[in-house]
């Protein structure tokens, strides 16, 4: 079973462009930003549109519904933190981002192309809670 790994492992540090991304992970919402000219998705943080050039990038909740774009099953961790088997993943949400994250809850078989999935989120410590990807 692929389990969320969130003990002892390098934790991510919020900067002031991406802190309301980790507030809403906390609280339960994957947030991202909509590019208020052209209404591109923009995950990644950043303040200027990609594609527009645009600046007004408020941010929005997704509905943390999506596909699995590309994955991969680890059995040799990397860091020893790490629990094994585990499953990095391209999720393509439905919202019109893709992000890298983990599946988790099933077993390594059970993952496939285009499958659906939804955000859940998992505690690493008081400040920062990830967000992973279970089947739907
Ligand atoms: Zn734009």
Sequence with gaps: MLHPNVTGIPVPRPTGESAPYWEGC??????????????LSVF??????????????????????????????????????????????????DDGFDMVTAIVGCEPDEIHDGQRVSVEFHDVDDAITLPFFSLS
């Excluded at 906390?26 to 209404?39: H, I, P, T, V, Y």
């Excluded at 929005?60 to 990397?78: E, H």
């Design 26 to 39: 906390r609280e339960g919402e994957l947030r991202f930003r909509r590019c208020a000219s052209c209404d």
């Design 44 to 93: 990644e943080p950043r303040p200027i549109c990609p594609r527009c050039h645009g600046t007004d990038l408020p941010w929005a909740v997704s509905t943390g519904d999506g596909v699995v774009y590309s994955w991969s099953v680890v059995w040799r961790p990397q860091m020893p933190a790490f629990d094994v088997p585990y499953a990095p993943a391209i999720v393509r949400l």
